[in-house]
């Protein structure tokens, strides 16, 4: 059957959960039968409806056989069309978090510190896409009183797009770094396009949090309702603390100790504490969900292995997260330190030149005892390069390492945690 977009509605509000992986399907739920570039999950729809699905929206007239699918003309507008209605229903702050680096650490931060005293709802792992974005809001319960979004960008654009979906009336711009480059062309692209989410804020009549440790975020929050927060001239200030591996915040008379790897996580941590502290969070539960907070994923995480300790930070990287990386590590005071260091992927035609200046860094900081892994190192240099990180993991395999540091960086298509387990 066809439905106008108030009857499909209509049917979310008596199943309000939806699924588009018959893997995972959640029970009762409304399946999307989503395109990909080589998937048509139109042919999985009847799947979806034997394995506890009410309803399967498809856009293939040939699937829709009875009255329990929903043809639609496309099924991801659809999808987004009912995430943009359910969202103007929301009488709640709604978030937004973008970046180059560090908005997922973010997110999870600043949902943590929420979390303490308001029902949140935030963005599940990077579902931070035109898909995911749009499942987030559909997946916000009843009772939630705060939601936070994540949206991601590789696009200029994009995070418009995104925000047209969330309609965000308070945003985060964590940081400005030459990230997929491919997609965008320019540092400027970038700029232009994460600064969407100060735009988007500004026509819903919100507030955005500024960092002023980027002067782009800076001039483009200029005109409208914000907070800034950094080192200095701002109107919150923290001192970073370091301890050991572990960064810290030093915030008026509270010293917060996280168990957040890397010193460009600062600006992550006193966003959330900022945050928090607008939302009249106690100052004693700010403190103790940053303190509590543990990294997973590949995320700025410490591994202890037994015989070395490692820090992960595999799950993506760009020129700028690589150069705040190597920086952060080369500071640690001990001799045993050793990187493998992955290829940044989606730097278009300046990626030969930023992998070129991510080994001159390395030089530059000292930084003498490591590897470089992916067909673009290897391409510029034969000198402690391995095609791929199974090769890598051959050869740290035949080491004898005691107790050294690592740190594991790379784009997440290189999969550099595959070496951690023979460290």
């Not at 991801?76 to 937004?96: E, F, M, N, S, Y």
């Not at 979906?165 to 062309?185: C, K, M, R, Y």
């Not at 820090?311 to 005071?333: C, Q, V």
Request: charged content about 20%.
């Amino acid at each position: 059957m066809r439905s106008s977009l108030e009857n499909l509605y209509a049917l979310y509000l008596q199943h309000p959960a939806v699924s588009i992986d018959t893997r995972n399907l959640i029970p009762n739920s409304i399946f999307f039968a989503l395109k990909g570039e080589r998937f048509d999950a139109n042919v999985f729809a009847a799947s979806a409806l034997e394995k506890g699905c009410v309803w399967a929206v498809v856009d293939d007239p040939k699937i829709a056989v009875d009255d329990r699918y929903i043809l639609v003309d496309d099924v991801l507008q659809c999808l987004q069309d009912l995430a943009i209605h359910h969202r103007k229903q929301l009488t709640i702050p709604v978030i937004g978090i973008t970046g180059s680096n560090g908005k997922t650490t973010s997110k999870e931060l600043v949902n943590a510190v929420l979390s303490t005293q308001f029902k949140t709802h935030a963005t599940q792992g990077n579902y931070n896409n035109h898909i995911g974005v749009p499942l987030t809001i559909l997946s916000t319960p009843k009772d939630t009183e705060i939601l936070i979004v994540e949206m991601g960008a590789n696009r200029g654009g994009e995070v418009y797009e995104l925000c047209k979906i969330s309609q965000p009336n308070f945003g985060l711009v964590t940081s400005l770094g030459e990230e997929h480059l491919e997609g965008f062309g320019s540092y400027e692209a970038i700029v232009e396009t994460e600064t969407e989410l100060f735009r988007a804020v500004k026509e819903n009549n919100g507030l955005v949090f500024t960092n002023n440790l980027f002067h782009e975020l800076v001039e483009r929050s200029e005109n409208q309702k914000r907070i800034t927060f950094g080192r200095e001239n701002a109107d919150f200030t923290g001192e970073l603390v370091c301890n050991d591996f572990f960064v810290g915040l030093r915030y008026k008379s509270e010293t917060i100790q996280t168990q957040l790897v890397g010193d460009y996580n600062f600006s992550n941590i006193l966003a959330a504490y900022v945050i928090g502290e607008y939302f009249n969070v106690s100052p004693e539960d700010i403190k103790h969900s940053l303190e509590n907070y543990v990294p997973t994923m590949n995320r700025s995480q410490l591994v202890k292995t037994g015989k070395n300790t490692v820090i992960s930070d595999a799950y993506n990287a760009n020129p700028a997260s690589m150069t705040a990386a190597l920086e952060s590590f080369a500071k640690f005071d001990t001799e045993k330190k050793f990187f493998v260091i992955g290829d940044m992927l989606e730097l278009g035609d300046q990626s030969v030149l930023k992998h070129q200046e991510a080994i001159s860094l390395t030089q530059k900081l000292g930084l003498n005892e490591g590897i470089f892994v992916g067909d673009i190192f290897q391409s510029i240099s034969s000198e402690n390069t391995f095609k791929n990180a199974e090769e890598a993991r051959i050869f740290l395999s035949e080491q004898a390492f005691e107790n050294y540091i690592f740190l594991i960086k790379g784009s997440r298509g290189i999969r550099l945690e595959t070496v951690i387990d023979v460290l």
